[in-house]
């Protein structure tokens, strides 16, 4: 069973930037697509991004498009969000997530059912 842990969040200005990264571990993740989402408080989950097995082909919410980057190193069975210009409305608990089956060249968020704990970014005004 895979087990993912999110690390590298925290508190930043606007305008600043964080990488998030998601370490597997148990699973490799080699294979499967992954993806970041975030829950606001009194919000529910949201997509964010994601990136296929093969990491050719990746996918970005309206809202951060143009601000993240999403990334994968599947050697070290680790996931990464690159997020500049960072807003207030960000603020979140971001989340890291697996694909149930491997080598899907679409993923739905309906589709991720492998979950870390998440980690809480705050970006201040």
């Known amino acids: 069973q895979r087990q993912l842990v999110e690390y590298g969040g925290g508190l930043v200005q606007a305008g600043g930037s964080l990488r998030l990264s998601c370490a597997a571990s148990g699973r490799t993740i080699s294979g499967y697509a992954m993806g970041w989402f975030r829950q606001a408080p009194g919000k529910e989950r949201e997509f964010v991004a994601s990136i296929i097995w093969h990491g050719n082909n990746t996918y970005y919410a309206d809202s951060v498009k143009g601000r993240s980057t999403i990334s994968r190193d599947n050697a070290r069975n680790t996931v990464y969000l690159q997020m500049n210009s960072l807003k207030p409305e960000d603020t979140a608990v971001y989340y890291c997530?697996?694909?149930?089956?491997?080598?899907?060249?679409?993923?739905?968020?309906?589709?991720?059912?492998?979950w870390g704990e998440g980690t809480q970014v705050t970006v201040s005004s």
């Open positions: 997530a697996a694909d149930n089956l491997q080598y899907r060249t679409y993923v739905s968020p309906a589709d991720f059912g492998s």
